[in-house]
Structure formats: C-alpha cells, structure tokens
C-alpha cells in the first residue's frame, strides 16, 4: 500500500538516493532542490516521501500559495526503479487526500504544472481530473483540479 510520509531528519536522506530514468531530469526537479524550496517556504509546504510498505519509492511536495489561494502540487517523481507500477496514481491519490483535509488554508483548487513533452505525466493527471487551464511557461503547462 502506498502512503505519504513527512520528510523528518530520519528519512530526507532516503529522498537524496531517489533516481529518475535517463532524460527525466527535464521533467522534475530533484529533491535535493525541492528540499530546499521546502525550507524557504516552510510555512506553507509539506515535503513527502511516498512509501511502498517501508521503502521510499518516490517524493512529494504539496505547497499552498495564499495568494491566489491554491493548494500546489510540485515535483512529484517516483524512482525509476519503481515506476510502471501504479505507485505515481496510488501517490497522487494520498496527496489529494491530504489536500482535502485543507492543512494551510481553505482552497479546493489544485493546481501543478507538466512538462509538455511528458505525456505519461499529463495522462495521469489529466485521468483524475486535471485540465489544462492554457497557461504556460517555457516548456510546463498548467493543469488545475477543483476538489468536491
């Protein structure tokens, strides 16, 4: 069963070791850099590992941004050894689930942005019910969720 657990002292270290495939870097940042985006915005973001059983198998970061206001979703990656799975749709599901309980404030609009030349990524989101909003930047694309 696949759950989100908070990034702590005691596991951060398992998020550096993560890997993705060759030519995926274009796609997602690293969680040693959304590590880091986490400590700048810690008032507002909660860094994940996602966790098959005890094995980090992929990393998280949801972040509310109190101007719009939004719930965001950002780097979300699963190790390369771990992807095909279900593990990215199964994450995606606790990560929504968690939004839902409105931990920063009180939005039900999700917002991320996608790669363009990342279809298996847009697939997924697009599966659970994001759509494209028609804003872009360089090579992302936005996708928005309205939570029930």
Not at 18 to 28: H, N, T, W
Not at 105 to 113: I, Y
Request: charged content about 25%.
């Amino acid at each position: 069963m696949v759950e989100l657990r908070e990034i702590t002292e005691e596991n951060f270290l398992d998020a550096f070791r993560l890997k993705l495939s060759p030519g995926q870097e274009a796609f997602v940042s690293h969680p040693i850099r959304s590590l880091a985006q986490a400590y700048v915005y810690r008032r507002q973001c909660q860094p994940f590992g996602i966790y098959n059983a005890e094995k980090m198998i992929g990393y998280v970061m949801v972040i509310y941004d109190y101007d719009v206001p939004e719930y965001d979703i950002w780097h979300m990656m699963i190790d390369e050894s771990m992807q095909g799975h279900g593990y990215g749709r199964a994450a995606l599901e606790q990560v929504l689930r968690y939004i839902k309980t409105k931990p920063f404030g009180d939005s039900n609009r999700v917002a991320l942005t996608c790669n363009k030349n990342n279809p298996i990524a847009r697939k997924l989101y697009e599966s659970r019910g994001f759509a494209a909003t028609g804003a872009e930047d360089e090579d992302e694309i936005e996708l928005v969720l309205t939570l029930d």
